[in-house]
């Protein structure tokens, strides 16, 4: 079965439609891009090249994939947009390709909604099965790691890590690293609780939830050092993968 486009779409001949793949009215396909299997553009989206955009991904009315970097030092180089499967990308969602001096590629996992108006810029990464709000937008060069989920206007500065099953509220002005699996909100961000919501939602085990909940309380303490902390962790809580998984990213952010 081969692909569907409307009479009004404009599809590049240098464009590569999947089987299965539908071009609604008005849409824009350019050149050097490949779309995977039963990817539908449902009308008035644009994705432009070098992108590859995988399978069954849904591009809604204004969205627009693939646009050159808003960035001062891009020359026209070639970079890419790389696009897992099973995305949805609201109306008026925006994504950029990267820029050479940040490794020439913005990349984005499976199974993700960008909801109305959100932003990804040039060479962020963003991981499985996250939710960025209504207006979220991603500076340059983000990290957002696997189920992340932001509330409707947040704003992430550039070269920020979001660690995974993190919880962002309406609202936060994320400059400094979020750590995973915790909630953070206000201007600036910060650490306000443990994402209890979003942990039982993943699937993370009682016993995990209950060991992040330990080192929670005694790595968040008020007015103690993030970096002493760390050094309070009993082995025991250690142990759980998912205990190891926070320390490992609290290490790399903490200062002496």
Known sequence: MGARVHSTAVVDPGAELGDGVRVGPLCHVGAGVVIGDDTELVSQATVLGPSRIGRRNRIYPQAALGAAPQDRSFRGESTTLVVGDDN???????????????????????????????????????????????????????????????????????????????????GAMIERPVPPFVVVAGDRARVRGLNTVGLERAGVPEASRTALEHAYRILFRKGVPLAIALDEIDPALRRDSYVARLLEFLAGTAHP
């Open 88 to 170: 949805e990308f609201r109306e008026s969602v925006t994504v950029h390709r990267g820029t050479p001096k940040g490794g020439g590629v913005t990349r984005i996992g499976s199974g993700c909604l960008f909801m109305v108006g959100s932003h990804v810029a040039h060479d962020c990464t963003v991981g499985d099965g996250v939710t960025l709000a209504n207006v979220t937008s991603l500076g340059g060069h983000v990290i957002v790691e696997s189920r992340v989920v932001t509330g409707g206007h947040v704003a992430v500065a550039p070269f920020v890590r979001i660690g995974e099953i993190a919880f962002a509220a309406g």
